[in-house]
């Protein structure tokens, strides 16, 4: 997965306060999709710019009048959102965590992986968006939100997996890509007029994204 040196997992350990887990066996969620080692324990996934950095402001979680549980900005009544991080595969979407620490280069983006982002109190949560985004509605926009992870490896793995980049230590949303050149691109991250912020995603900047989770 992420190409991490001792010496700097200390040190983003100590920036971000996150922990790393022990090994523990792989799990499969499904005949084409399973996931692996817990990589990140943190109760501090930042939000801030793609090509990292110092995080703008620490992620929590909010229930909205509706009852969906958002990804917010940690103020105005959010609570503290702890994840656990895993490279995970899906033989549907043909996307691999790439496990020994074999990242894969992919241009322009560097060494990338892929994986989801459990709720650490729930592993059958995790973190995605929660529509689709198809490419005749080009300004669609939908929240990033805490759901219930589907077990079935089909088109909807593509909500839940995240494109990881491993050199700035962030996550974006993806998409598959309306080009050939590469089958999934990372998708940029908004902020909603609510209080507090919510995070959100569209086709906006899809390929470039200016803004992501700090991991």
Known sequence: MMRLTAFTLVAIATIFGFAFAGPINLENRSSGVSCGDVIQITSKLGYGASTGGYPKFILGKKYDEQGQLQVTQLEDGAETLD?????CNSTY???YS???????????????????IFLAEDNNKCLQRHEDLPFSEYTKKTHITVEECSNEDDADQARQFW???DQYYTASPLIKSSSGNRAYIPLDIFLSNSTPPALITSRTNAGNPRNA???
């Open 83 to 87: 994840v656990t991080v895993r490279g």
């Open 93 to 95: 979407l043909g996307l």
């Open 98 to 116: 790439n496990t020994n620490d074999k990242s894969v280069y992919m241009y322009p983006y560097g060494y990338v992986s892929f994986g989801r």
């Open 163 to 165: 494109y990881f980049q």
């Open 213 to 215: 989770i700090s991991i």
